[in-house]
């Protein structure tokens, strides 16, 4: 009788442990740089002194910060657990940032 080979799956290869949790490796100091990182582009807004009209739509600032940050987040960080989170804090300063005075002004 001939039987089916299984592949097997090693510890320390697997992403997950048997109870299903992430097995995450970075250190806290890794991961505060990063945190730093991120408040500070998410911040960075290019502000005119006068909003341009575009159609009825008036426009004062572009989050460039923002923008550059999302695509950081979605190219680099390998667990979705951690993109959520570095998600949340972008759009949560970015928002912050928007009143606040901070950014460039054109």
Do not use: C
Request: net charge positive.
């Amino acid at each position: 009788m001939a039987s089916k080979h299984k592949q097997r799956t090693y510890a320390r290869n697997r992403a997950f442990s048997r109870k299903g949790r992430e097995k995450i490796f970075e250190s806290d100091g890794l991961y505060l740089l990063k945190l730093i990182g991120y408040i500070l582009l998410g911040s960075f807004w290019i502000k005119l002194g006068t909003p341009v009209q575009i159609g009825g739509l008036s426009i004062g600032a572009f989050p460039v910060g923002l923008a550059i940050g999302l695509v950081l987040v979605w190219k680099f960080e390998q667990y979705q657990s951690n993109r959520k989170i570095w998600y949340a804090v972008l759009i949560a300063v970015g928002i912050i940032s928007l009143f606040a005075p901070s950014g460039i002004v054109i």
